[in-house]
């Protein structure tokens, strides 16, 4: 239900490829998607502020995406295309 949310609010235009891209990996649909501050955070408990979350944001003037783990944020990467940034979310899943 969240991930058709967010897929429908015209506000995350930008991000509708790739929350649409996420949602079709089964691995992806057992989190919970939601924004802050722009970025989008994928959880497996959103309620638990300590939870670990992947981080998803557009790279700041260009195309694409950044994508990590709040586990890591030193390992910030940026990927070109939708395709690469959801192989990347999808190989921090078991981060979290």
Do not use: C, N
Not at 1 to 27: P, S
Not at 32 to 42: A, C, D, N, Q
Not at 86 to 96: I, M, T, Y
């Amino acid at each position: 239900m969240q991930w058709d949310i967010l897929i429908e609010d015209d506000a995350f235009l930008m991000y509708r490829e790739l929350l649409v891209e996420l949602r079709e990996e089964a691995g992806m649909r057992e989190l919970f998607p939601y924004f802050s501050h722009w970025t989008l955070r994928l959880s497996k408990d959103h309620q638990d502020v300590q939870a670990e979350e992947i981080l998803i944001r557009p790279v700041a003037d260009e195309e694409g995406f950044d994508v990590w783990s709040s586990s890591a944020p030193e390992h910030k990467s940026a990927f070109r295309t939708v395709d690469e940034a959801v192989r990347a979310a999808l190989s921090l899943v078991g981060e979290l």
